[in-house]
């Protein structure tokens, strides 16, 4: 039941409680119960909103960076990220299994010069990093499962 509740507000985070109830065959109650205890036990952590930033009057510029890292001893990478998560422009951080890079980062700023910025004054001169690759975004057209570009997709093209 609680991977079911957990699918459908992935899609939809402000479901009623009684449209998920009757979706799932129980009461309203209950699934304003079994909501609480995901959010108790901390697999639901929070809730966002999926924009679709070419509609927003303020234009944001979103980017991913690479880093290579010196892992720290009895650490590992964990100090790192810690670091790096405080700051206001990351969206996201992630630690990548194998590859060229240890730590994906995703940011957001205001614009190109704005991210570069960062990169430069904040995330290349913390100690451990040793190299960053940035990557803009030019366009999503995709986000959490939710479509982003308003043209719907073309299905021949799923083949």
């Known amino acids: 039941m609680k991977k079911q509740i957990i699918r459908i507000l992935q899609q939809n985070a402000r479901i009623s409680n009684e449209e ?26 929070g809730y966002s909103v999926i924009l679709d930033s070419d509609m927003l009057a303020e ?65 290349a001169t913390i100690d451990g990093v040793l190299s960053t690759s940035t990557h803009f975004i030019l366009k999503k057209y995709k986000e959490k499962g939710i479509f982003i570009d308003s043209e719907e997709p073309d299905e021949r093209g799923l083949y």
């Open 20 to 45: 998920l109830g009757e979706m799932l065959g129980i009461s309203a109650e209950e699934a304003a119960a079994q909501i609480k205890e995901l959010e108790d036990d901390g697999v639901i952590r």
């Open 59 to 123: 234009p944001a510029v979103c980017a991913t960076i690479e880093l290579k890292v010196t892992p720290q001893r009895d650490r590992g990478f964990n100090d790192i990220a810690k670091t790096i998560m405080m700051y206001d422009e990351v969206e996201s951080v992630s630690l990548m299994s194998s590859g060229a890079y240890d730590l994906a980062v995703e940011v957001k700023g205001s614009d190109l010069k704005d991210v570069a910025f960062f990169v430069s004054e904040r995330l």
